[in-house]
């Protein structure tokens, strides 16, 4: 759709005609504060636009049909107009936007984010203030190192505390393991340090422990950290997904009886697919007897620290040695927007590098907090200033409010399925999530399922009815439900499940053969 632009005059923001460009003119400084000014104002319209006319959270398009127009856009001729550059985003990308506060969105951890997290989006990038250290940064230093400090409260992790931000879950349980492996290997006899000589001999026996159905992203960070894959134990989980204490001591003493040498085990408070919460004061403890560096991935779970009525279920977490929080994922703020913290600040060190003209020891040890000396990140946004307006505008509270509310949603829906002969529903949810799949009387067949669940899954998201995601559990494809939308009622979620067995019931009396092929758009896991 093209939309109507004689509103606000265009903006030139490349002088017509007259090259060499004039940067006045072009650069953002108060002297084009105007332009700027105008220039939000049509963002802000476009925007507006743009939610005013979706009906639906996907526009259903495939890759194949929006690639042409972006092979189309020569990007060495520019458009010279704001407004043309608008209605050529509209095209490519505004049209086609998935929009996460849509009630049926389903798919993924994205939340509906708060509007003080989106206004203070709108300062830290005009300001584009770089927090990487002191002298780039002033306040917005001293205002990450207060929000670490007050999640660092909140966890319980006490005074010695502290952390920084990152860019998500996947760079904290990185940044956590990296830390955990060198802290372990400063204590190899003879080996003076990875940081300057790499790993000790012995780097084939480290091993790291995580539950079967943590994330990914343990596995990634063991390769980045030249352990490989294969460093990573999966431990079994019980009927509720959480970790097996009883298997963990099995493999602990198997580690044992075969020389490994375990340094970090990753507790998931919340994992991705289940939403199921280790048990982290027995891990704790375990941890604790053995020596083992206990690291937190509250990428999801993280936001019941927030919640006065289901706090209880992080009981333990306050005894980690890091724990890694996603505020983009259950604290409502915009991607990205997450923290890694650690119990002993000392810690810290091992990411820790000084440059002679960035962040010299000297200035550091005078006490200049530069937020580099630990970070994996050099130059980095002010991602915590939206976190900040959120909670000295609404508060933590209401953040707590809203993950409950779609805890209490998520358990109602549970209850609709149950309820529901033709659907199949895995296990009563933990957090936030479900999986099901649909499975009417009379299809027993498991590759008849599958393709059943795959093509509704398709038809929902090709005609723009609802983004539902689909995993894998013992080898059978589920559906799955991620509620994270406290203002997604019932009622929405109800009609959606009406969709799903009116299609499942569609293509069960059609021949599946018949059907065409899955379409590559739609990946299979989060
Ligand atoms: C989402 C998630 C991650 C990864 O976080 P990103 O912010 O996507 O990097 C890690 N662990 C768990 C349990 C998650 O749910």
Redesign the pocket.
């Known amino acids: 759709m093209r939309y109507d632009t004689q509103a606000t005059p265009a903006i030139p923001l490349r002088p017509l005609g007259s090259p060499p460009q004039d940067p006045s003119r072009a650069l953002f400084s108060e002297a084009t504060l105007s332009a700027y000014h105008q220039g939000m104002q049509r963002c802000v319209d476009q925007v507006r636009r743009t939610l005013d006319h979706h009906r639906r959270p996907t526009s259903g398009v495939a890759p194949d049909e929006l690639q042409p127009l972006i092979d189309a856009i020569d990007l060495d001729s520019p458009l010279e107009t704001l407004d043309a550059g608008l209605d050529e985003l509209q095209r490519l990308y505004l049209d086609h936007a998935v929009h996460f506060h849509d009630p049926h969105y389903v798919a993924h951890?994205n939340c509906p984010i708060t509007l003080p997290s989106v206004l203070a989006e709108a300062i830290a990038t005009p300001l584009n203030t770089a927090v990487e250290t002191w002298d780039q940064s002033a306040g917005a230093t001293l205002i990450e190192q207060k929000l670490i400090d007050w999640v660092g409260a909140r966890i319980g992790l006490g005074d010695a505390a502290d952390g920084v931000f990152t860019?998500?879950?996947?760079?904290s349980?990185l940044m956590a393991l990296m830390i955990a492996r060198d802290h372990a290997c400063a204590a190899v006899a003879d080996h003076p340090g990875n940081r300057h000589h790499g790993l000790p001999d012995n780097f084939r026996e480290l091993r790291i422990l995580a539950s079967d159905v943590s994330?990914f992203?343990v596995q990634k960070a063991a390769a980045l950290m030249g352990l490989g894959y294969d460093a990573v134990i999966p431990v079994p989980t019980d009927a509720e997904r959480r970790m097996d204490v009883e298997a963990l001591g099995a493999i602990l003493a198997e580690c044992e009886r075969d020389g490994l040498k375990p340094f970090a085990l990753v507790a998931?408070a919340?994992?991705?697919d289940f939403g199921s919460i280790d048990p982290l004061s027995a891990l704790a403890s375990i941890c604790q007897s053995r020596g083992l560096w206990l690291h937190v991935?509250a990428?999801?779970g993280g936001g019941l620290l927030l919640s006065r009525r289901y706090r209880h279920w992080l009981a333990g977490i306050e005894q980690a040695d890091s724990v890694g929080v996603?505020f983009?994922?259950t604290f409502f703020q915009p991607v990205?927007c997450?923290a890694c913290l650690v119990r002993e600040r000392d810690h810290l060190q091992y990411v820790t590098h000084y440059a002679d003209y960035l962040n010299p020891r000297d200035q550091a040890e005078t006490g200049t907090p530069d937020l580099v000396n630990k970070s994996l990140q050099t130059t980095r946004r002010f991602d915590a200033l939206k976190l900040w307006m959120t909670l000295r505008i609404q508060g933590a509270e209401a953040l707590g409010h809203y993950l409950e509310t779609v805890i209490g949603l998520t358990r109602e829906t549970y209850r609709m399925l149950s309820a529901r002969e033709a659907f199949d529903v895995l296990m009563p949810p933990a957090l936030s999530t479900l999986l099901f799949r649909y499975a009417p009387a009379g299809i027993e067949e498991e590759a008849r399922i599958e393709a059943l669940n795959r093509k509704i899954r398709q038809i929902l998201s090709r005609r723009g009815e609802a983004v539902v995601a689909a995993t894998r559990v013992d080898g059978r494809l589920y559906l799955k439900f991620t509620l994270l939308n406290p203002l997604t009622r019932a009622e929405d979620l109800a009609r959606l499940l009406d969709r799903i067995a009116e299609h499942g019931d569609a293509l069960a009396a059609e021949s599946l053969t018949a059907l065409p092929p899955a379409h590559p758009s739609v990946p299979e896991s989060p």
């Open positions: 951890l860019s998500g879950g996947t760079q349980n994330h992203s998931t919340g994992t991705t991935d990428a999801y996603d983009h994922k990205s997450s």
